[in-house]
Nanobody
Framework: QVQLVESGGGLVQAGGSLRLSCAAS????????FGWYRQAPGKQRELVAT???????NYADSVKGRFTVSRDNAANAVYLQMNSLKPEDTAVYYC?????????????WGQGTQVTVSS
């Protein structure tokens, strides 16, 4: 079993920065992909960024150049540095893990952390 615990959300003014952290525990495979997703009120959950074990990253167009995803493989942790925040970044941010166990991908979600950007 895998557990993901996010931290670092909060209230920030437009133009400010926040850093989200996600700590994973349990049976973490050496082959995995961490991701950050977000869901704003009344909207579908959307991908923000992903990072695989090798460090390759992928970003939503809306956050490119402002957000940076990173990971610490030894600590089984992933981070999301969010700069130049905009009110439209307001959402609940979820940590996600695709974990390869016995040649099968298994997905896990954290409980979410609220990010609110005021104008």
């Amino acid at each position: 079993q895998v557990q993901l615990v996010e931290s670092g959300g909060g209230l920030v003014q437009a133009g400010g920065s926040l850093r989200l952290s996600c700590a994973a525990s349990g049976s973490i495979s050496s082959i995995n992909v961490f991701g950050w997703y977000r869901q704003a009120p009344g909207k579908q959950r959307e991908l923000v960024a992903t990072i695989n074990t090798g460090g390759s990253t992928n970003y939503a167009d809306s956050v490119k150049g402002r957000f940076t995803v990173s990971r610490d493989n030894a600590a089984n942790a992933v981070y999301l540095q969010m700069n130049s925040l905009k009110p439209e970044d307001t959402a609940v941010y979820y940590c996600h893990l695709n974990n390869m166990i016995a040649f099968t991908w298994r997905a896990y979600w954290g409980q979410g952390t609220q990010v609110t950007v005021s104008s």
